[in-house]
Structure formats: C-alpha cells, structure tokens
C-alpha cells in the first residue's frame, strides 16, 4: 500500500529554475503573503498535550501521545489515541490549556498483542490504534482501533467515554497497520468505510456494513476496481457516497509494454469513486455481496499551457460545501514525493462530478490494448452503475440483468476526467520547502459570513490562508485568490519530545472551529488551537490593518485592530477587496508593521523543474 521513502529532491534543477527566471515560466508568479505571524505569538496558543484535570502537564511515567483521529462534536473535542480516548471541552475559549475532562484507556489484550509479535510486527506496533472514530447517534461514538493488527470497533458513551455493548470485528472497517490510510462515514445508519481487509495490506476495499442493508464490497484483486489505492476521504452527496483516493493508474499501462524500461514507472492519479447508498449487491451469477454501482473518475487539477501540468497525488479534500450557490469540494494535490515540492488547490463541482459519471465509459480490449471510450451503443440500458429503486423497471440492484452487471463489473473507469472549476487550480504553490497536505475552509467568513478563506496546512504544520474570489475563477489560470497570511501552527516547546523529529511535526487534521474562531491543528503528539487571525498586530496602524485584506479584522474608532467574528455590528472598517490601501498614511516604526514583498521571487516553469525532480510528473497524452 505504501510507496516506499523516496530519496530528497536533488538541488541541482532549482538552481537551475532560478537561473531560467522568469522566461516563458508556466505559472504565474508566486506573491508573499501580506502579513507574516510573528513567531513569539505561538506561544500563547492553547494545546493539548494530554493533560487531565488540574495538571499542566501529563502524569509522570505516561505514555508520549501518539493521536491518530480527532472527531468534533459542537463544542466538544475527541482525541482518538494509542490505547486512549480523550474527551476535551473546547470551552471556555480564552481557556490557555487544552485539558481532557474524560480519559479512557483501550489496550489491547496480551493475547492480541502475543499473535502480534509472533507475525513478526514491532512491539510499538502491537498496540491500539484509533483509525476511527465517528459520530454514531446523539450520544454514541463509534470507535475502531486496529488492536495490534486484529481490528476491532465497538460503541462509546460520548458523555462517559464507556464502552457500549460487544466490540465487533474490525475488518474491513479499520486498517490492521496503523500507517494505513483509512476513510469511514456513517449514512442512514450505515457505516462506509475504504480501507484493507487484511494482515498483508493487500486487499483494499470500499464496503459498507452495519445498517439494514446486506454488506457490500468491491470486487477482490482486480486491478482494474482498485490498484494500490492511498483513501484520502468521504463526503455523502445526494443518493450516492463519493470517495476520493489516489492510485495506481491502469490506464496509463500500456506505455509499459513496448519499453521495458518503463515497467518501474507507476503513474499516480487522483480519483473520485462513487456508490449508490441503496445498492444492495448484484445477482448469485454476477457481483453479489458486492456493489453494482461503484465507478470511479480521474480528477483534473492541472495547470493548462504549452506544457500541461498535472497535480496528481490527492492530499485532502473538504466536505461539500456551497460557493456562489453551487456545491464544491476543495482538494489540495501535490507532486509525488520524489520530485520537488509543489502543491495547488483545485475545486470541484459536485454536479461536474456526477455528470462524468454519466458520461462514456473505458476500456480495453485486450490486454495489450491502449485504453479507449466505449461506443454509446455498447452500453447497455439501464446505465450501468444507476441506482435502482421502486417504481423503476428494476426496483432492486439485484434484479438488474446480468448483461449490465458484467459490464459494471468490468467497467469501473469513466473516460472523462472531472475537470476542476476554473479549468485550472485557484492556487499554486512552487516554491516551498514542504508540500501542502491539509485543507480546511470557511465559507463563512468575516462579520457578514459573505467572504471565502481557505487555510491550507503543509507537511510540518504551517499554515497558509488564502482569500478566494470564487466568481473570479472563471478569469483563468491566475487564480482567484489572495494569499493573506502565513503561521505556524506546531508548538516545538509543548509538541516535541527530543526523539520526535520531523515525524513528531507531520500535521494530522487542521479543523475549523468557528465557534472560537479558531482551527485546531492536530499533530501526533498535541493538538493546538490557533486563531484564525492575528489582527491585534496591526493595532495602531490604520494601513496596516485595513491592507490586510483580512476579513476577520477590522479597524476600530479607537485605534485598535479587531477580531470581527460572524455578526459582529458596530463601527469598524475594512477593505476587504485592497482596493482603497493608499492614502491611508504610513506608520513606519509603529510595533504592528511589517516590511512588504521580502520574500518575492521569480515565477517559475515548474514542469521544467519536475521533468528533473521525478518520474511520473505528468500523465501521458490522452487518447
Ligand atoms: C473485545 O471483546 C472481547 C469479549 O468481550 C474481549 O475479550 C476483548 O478483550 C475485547 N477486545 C478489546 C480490544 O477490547
Ligand atoms: C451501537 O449503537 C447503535 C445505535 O447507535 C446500535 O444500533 C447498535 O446495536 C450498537 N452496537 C453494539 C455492538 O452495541
Ligand atoms: C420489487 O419487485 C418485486 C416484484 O417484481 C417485488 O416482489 C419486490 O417486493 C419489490 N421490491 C421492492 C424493494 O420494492
Ligand atoms: C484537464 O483539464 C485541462 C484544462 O481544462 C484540459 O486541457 C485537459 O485536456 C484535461 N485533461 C484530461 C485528462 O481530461
Ligand atoms: C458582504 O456583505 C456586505 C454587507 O452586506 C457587503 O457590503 C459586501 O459587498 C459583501 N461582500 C461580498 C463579497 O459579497
Ligand atoms: C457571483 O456570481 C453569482 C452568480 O453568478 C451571483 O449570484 C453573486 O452575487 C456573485 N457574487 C459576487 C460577490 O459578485
């Protein structure tokens, strides 16, 4: 499942991209934020570090956290650990310390743990490792842990943080390696879970089980359903779950076979996969207890020109959520790890999505075959990969005919591609030392809630806040966005422990938290609540805090730079869009200034520099 660590990106094609400068660069210049967080602000930012009540710091001789999942529920924070579940109350905000009010332990027992370590895992393994970690009803959890290879789920008091009933088995709901990847959602009582069924990581799978419908999964060991998919996330949309993941592409195989020495080459590619929420499984003779509805579709988010670039490797992705009324998914992707840094955001509508799924299949004919659209008049009718329901000529999935289960079974991929809103990412990233992994987004912003912010979250937990224009996205490949800030989110003093190194930083979650005006940043051994914005620095300078662009802040009659949280009334000023900056005076010495455009740099021709860093930069020309 996992691709093996990759060796550093070389330095010697960045020299080189700084020495091509700006001539016939493919992306548009990369503009510094406007406002850089101090440092020495961090440092008053509340974090959980695994502190009970009344301690600053956790008891002696106890473990170091190792959080895997964060779940938030209103105003309440579950912490889904290594053999712990942690309950933190969010409130009071001005609160300094993060403090969980319940603490449950969940081990494994020695028995599990023995089986562990006779297969051969490491001891630090053989543990329990929260994977999931779900709102099941108004006062139950649904929890997994991967229980020292022999996952296993059971219900959880949200109040008491006690077990409810029988665990049940893990399999197919939660990886057995805590270093898997693993996405779960509950629907009308139903649990849908991507993850591997097995000891080995061999069989991946989308299955839904729990509810009144009979258990479903994907076809086992076909590559053509699935080849070593990495599960990013999932969102319920209309009658259907869509996944999003990234694998292995098979169509993009038949490269390989005339040049030998492209068999190491693997292309990875971003997809979205759907299912009907009331498919029921096919007939005896085709596809029982397996969907009858799951295709999946690459996701375009490439940066167009002579040389078209594609962002390939799905990092994360929002929840749905409603832009200039239409619904949109963000999805932030990045170059492989052994190329150099780049990462973009694109964004997907919803509607953009379900039309592919409408649209022509792929295939290939035979093994040697390049992959090709499938004539309209081979499909079959109805659509393979509909929902059935009453009232329809087939009101069950297993009353379809054969004819359209063979074909869904061998048809999983569209021939199109989800083309992304804008025909092209709304921001680009080039020139940074790390990738960008995590996304998180208010589409409620500022004191009107009328403005759009996306935080985007790197590898070792800086953060980046844009402002988006969505109905400048139609404008092209320059993006509709304005990069507002940038922060750290890591508190090297609370989070590390001397053997943590770069490891100990990797960003789990970044999580909105409007309520407090904050997002919650979570890493393996702490969970930091950070603002969403500083406006007190710019206090005393006008300039400085109307040019900030930030929704969040505004300037206030007595000279004082504030927070405006949604619905705040009263006299402030703001300029949201920079149109009106000049003539506001400057404010040279006045503590809140900082110096503009220090970290400009040249645009870039980043598909010159990754032809250097990596193999699979690209896909290959479609067919
Ligand atoms: C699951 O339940 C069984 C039977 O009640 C129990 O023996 C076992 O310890 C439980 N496993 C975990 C990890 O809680
Ligand atoms: C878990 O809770 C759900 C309701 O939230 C209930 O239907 C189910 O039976 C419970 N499962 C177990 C194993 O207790
Ligand atoms: C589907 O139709 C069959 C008869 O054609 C009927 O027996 C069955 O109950 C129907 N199922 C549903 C879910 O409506
Ligand atoms: C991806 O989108 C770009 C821009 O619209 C387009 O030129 C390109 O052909 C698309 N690629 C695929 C594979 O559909
Ligand atoms: C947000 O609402 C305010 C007040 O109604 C209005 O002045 C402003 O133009 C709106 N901004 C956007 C981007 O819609
Ligand atoms: C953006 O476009 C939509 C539809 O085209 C329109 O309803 C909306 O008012 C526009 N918003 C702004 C801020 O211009």
Redesign the pocket.
Known sequence: MRTPRAPPPRPAPLLLLLLLGEANGLFPEEPPPLSVAPRDYLNHYPVFVGSGPGRLTPAEGTDDLNIQRVLRVNRTLFIGDRDNLYRVELEPSTTTELRYQRKLTWRSNPSDINVCRMKGKQEGECRNFVKVLLLRDESTLFVCGSNAFNPVCANYSMDTLQPLGDNISGMARCPYDPKHANVALFSEGMLFTATVTDFLAIDAVIYRSLGDRPTLRTVKHDSKWFKEPYFVHAVEWGSHIYFFFREIAMEFNYLEKPRARFLALKVVVSRVARVCKNDVGGSPRVLEKQWTSFLKARLNCSVPGDSHFYFNVLQAVTGVVSLEGRPVVLAVFSTPSNSIPGSAVCAFDMTQVAAVFEGRFREQKSPESIWTPVPEDQVPRPRPGCCAAPGMQYNASSAFPDEILNFVKTHPLMDEAVPSLGHGPWIVRTLMRHRLTRVAVDVGA?P?G??TVVFLGSEVGTVLKFLIWPNASTAGATGPSVFLEEFETYRADRCGRSSSGEAGRRLLSLELDTASGGLLAAFPRCVVRVPVARCQQYSGCMKNCIGSQDPYCGWAPDGSCIFLSPGTRGTFEQD?SGASTSGLGDCTGEPGERPRGRHARPGTDLAHLLSYGGTDRTAPPVP
Request: aromatic content about 20%; hydrophobic content about 40%.
């Open positions: 500022g009107w009328n403005h949201v």
